[in-house]
């Protein structure tokens, strides 16, 4: 019976198929049960519990700082750009990171990994990531990154 079925399929698709399959199932229980929120307020309440304000913080932790946004240039012939853009905040040095037309979620995440690699061989100890949480924005946030104040 088995060997009168034909296959439609090429195997090698069924064998990506099934590596689909294992890594979504992968991605699904990895991720965290309650994603964690830190708003604005908390981060001004624990900075007032030490004694210490935003500006003060930033002047502080400046070496470990960096800030990523995106912003939109129209080319000669019309197109728009988005490009993001990294400033390290203890130099002021802005690093134009890429740009496309269509900066989707893989595209921000391949281009951060190129950057966070790129710091690290410069020897550079990045640990806080400031960005706009305005709904935009496809920077990944990791754990690590400092929320923005109000």
Aim: glycine share 4%.
């Amino acid at each position: 019976m088995l060997h009168r079925i034909r296959l439609l399929v090429r195997p090698d698709t069924v064998l990506r198929w099934h590596r689909d399959l294992i890594a979504r199932r992968h991605a699904r229980i990895s991720q965290p049960k309650r994603p964690v929120t830190v708003v604005a307020s908390t981060v001004w309440q624990m900075l007032q519990g030490a004694g210490t304000s935003w500006a003060a913080f930033l002047r502080s932790q400046a070496e470990a700082i960096i800030v990523m946004d995106f912003f939109e240039v129209v080319t000669f012939t019309g197109a728009r750009l988005y490009v993001l853009a990294a400033m390290e905040h203890a130099t002021r040095r802005v690093r134009i990171l890429g740009a496309t037309a269509h900066p989707g979620a893989a595209w921000v995440a391949e281009v951060a990994r190129n950057f966070v690699m790129d710091i690290e061989d410069a020897g550079c100890t990045i640990k806080y990531v400031l960005r706009e949480r305005d709904g935009t924005s496809t920077l990944p946030c990791s754990a690590r990154s400092s929320p923005t104040p109000a």
